[in-house]
T-cell receptor, first 112, second 115 residues
Framework: ETGVTQSPTHLIKTRGQQVTLRCSSQSGHNTVSWYQQALGQGPQFIFQYYREEENGRGNFPPRFSGLQFPNYSSELNVNALELDDSALYLC???????????FGPGTRLTVT | GQQLNQSPQSMFIQEGEDVSMNCTSS?????WLWYKQDPGEGPVLLIA?????ELTSNGRLTAQFGITRKDSFLNISASIPSDVGIYFCAGPPGPGSSNTGKLIFGQGTTLQVKP
């Protein structure tokens, strides 16, 4: 059984740039959720994708957008990066939107 | 909005000691999840609880779903150095919430174990 994978591991971007983060769900899982984790805090829900559509969204501005592909993998896109976007971005997969979400190792984004 | 409060914020214990931590909310949760996060890694699901009063074990870990549905507890017996990390409680918002798919996380309890 393959777990959740994310790429890249680390990323450094400049304020105003755009970034795309990628996630492959655990085998057999069809739902992907994205979270932002600032240093010293718990993860904050960005949005969830199920059947290639957004299934729920947290309190994040529209410059945070996503996609889910037919193979259930997903992308998180962030436009017009701000310094406060520096964080660990976590992807989690689940089956049918179930409560048990399994996380990948995360992508550490630094915005300078 | 709904919030989860974890206590203690941090713990420093001797190897072999038992550990207790808890998570409380002002509103009802129908599911409680406990995760452990090591530095630079994603959270790992330890235990899931679905029924008020439920007591579930995973090795040396035992978690309980509080009777009021507003709290949950995690106990670790006979701690070892690899128990070091941050423990998070989490759960989906209650009925009527528009945030489908969302998990709310507590702020975490940091555990340090002295060999």
């Amino acid at each position: 059984e393959t777990g959740v994978t994310q790429s890249p591991t680390h990323l450094i971007k400049t304020r105003g740039q755009q970034v795309t983060l990628r996630c492959s769900s655990q085998s057999g899982h069809n739902t992907v959720s994205w979270y932002q984790q600032a240093l010293g805090q718990g993860p904050q829900f960005i949005f969830q994708y199920y059947r290639e559509e957004e299934n729920g969204r947290g309190n994040f501005p529209p410059r945070f957008s996503g996609l889910q592909f037919p193979n259930y993998s997903s992308e998180l896109n962030v436009n017009a990066l701000e310094l406060d976007d520096s964080a660990l971005y976590l992807c989690a997969s689940s089956l049918g939107g179930g409560d048990e979400q399994y996380f990948g190792p995360g992508t550490r984004l630094t915005v300078t | 909005g709904q919030q989860l409060n974890q206590s203690p914020q941090s713990m420093f214990i001797q190897e072999g000691e038992d550990v207790s931590m808890n998570c409380t909310s002002s509103s009802i949760f129908n599911t409680w999840l406990w995760y452990k996060q090591d530095p630079g890694e994603g959270p790992v699901l330890l235990i899931a609880l679905y029924k008020a009063g439920e007591l579930t074990s995973n090795g040396r870990l035992t978690a309980q779903f509080g009777i009021t549905r507003k709290d949950s507890f995690l106990n670790i017996s006979a701690s070892i150095p690899s128990d070091v990390g941050i423990y998070f409680c989490a759960g989906p918002p209650g009925p009527g919430s528009s945030n489908t798919g969302k998990l709310i996380f507590g702020q975490g309890t940091t555990l340090q174990v002295k060999p």
